[in-house]
């Protein structure tokens, strides 16, 4: 990572790259999650990797459910604990909640190792080793949970996650969370927040956001959260990435025109 220079036009997508390579090497990122990273990152030149005005709207509804719930957690896979370990603990300790750790391609040693990763990092709570409850509906790993965490929460944060949990936990009667790069996914449509955004910017984001909106009494909060239309926010994400096409094709278009006047003029002369 540190051979990459900053000033590469590439650098950031370039970091994520090497911290999930970097992950599988150190056992806390599944093979498989190399392949949801890049499926991301396609996603992320979409919107021209930028926080828009949707995924803004997003993260602070985000933030004011996060802000109102009595037993929010926040969820962490292997992609999560490989791109943002610091990220995530900051936001778990700024709301002091628990983190937990469930994995689709479980194995207790991967669980292990991303726990103490994210106690290294200063996390104060990590749960998921020792899960002893099962979300409803689902039959693979990913039904895992801890009473006192996940199982028992009323708000739970889903980063990079799969769309069958996220309807599951929905299912419960949890409000969930996620942040997930396709506006199209099952995922963010099946969530109660979308926000769609790189993990890398969204999460110091809604910490950041969390910071700023606690000052704020409950009843704005909940004001906040009784105004934001997720599906607005989808339709919005979708026309955003329609714009930057636009505006793209627009500038190529242009350059080419400009290209084959100053052919013809040269050509004339």
């Known amino acids: ?10 650098y950031a997508s370039l970091v994520a790259r090497e911290r999930v390579t970097e992950g599988v090497k150190r056992g806390f990122t599944s093979c498989q999650g190399l392949i949801a990273q890049g499926r991301g990152e396609c996603f992320d030149y979409l919107l021209g990797e930028r926080t828009t005005y949707s995924a803004e709207a997003a993260t602070k509804a985000a933030a004011a459910l996060l802000l109102l719930a009595e037993r929010p957690a926040l969820s962490v896979n292997g992609n999560v604990a490989a791109l943002v370990p610091e990220e995530i603990v900051a936001l778990a300790n700024a709301l002091a909640i628990p983190l937990e750790v469930n994995l689709f391609h479980r194995s207790e040693e991967r669980v292990k190792k991303i726990a103490e990763l994210l106690l290294e990092k200063g996390a104060k709570e990590v749960m998921g080793e020792h899960p002893d409850a099962s979300v409803p509906g689902l039959e693979h790993a990913r039904a895992l949970a801890t009473r006192g965490g996940i199982y ?112 013809i003029s040269l050509a004339d002369k």
């Open 1 to 10: 990572m540190t051979d990459i220079p900053e000033s590469h036009p590439r």
């Open 152 to 263: 028992d929460a009323d708000v739970v944060l889903i980063p990079l996650e799969d769309g069958d949990r996220c309807e599951a936990l929905t299912a419960m009667g949890k409000k969930v969370i996620a942040i997930d790069l396709n506006p199209l996914s099952r995922t963010a449509r099946k969530a109660t927040v979308s926000i769609v955004d790189n993990i890398l910017r969204a999460v110091p984001h809604l910490t950041d956001q969390v910071r700023q909106l606690s000052a704020l009494p409950r009843t704005d909060l909940e004001r906040m959260v009784q105004e934001y239309d997720n599906e607005k926010v989808l339709r919005d994400a979708v026309q955003e990435i329609q714009d930057h096409l636009n505006r793209q094709f627009s500038c190529t278009c242009t350059h080419r025109r400009r290209g084959a006047e100053s052919t």
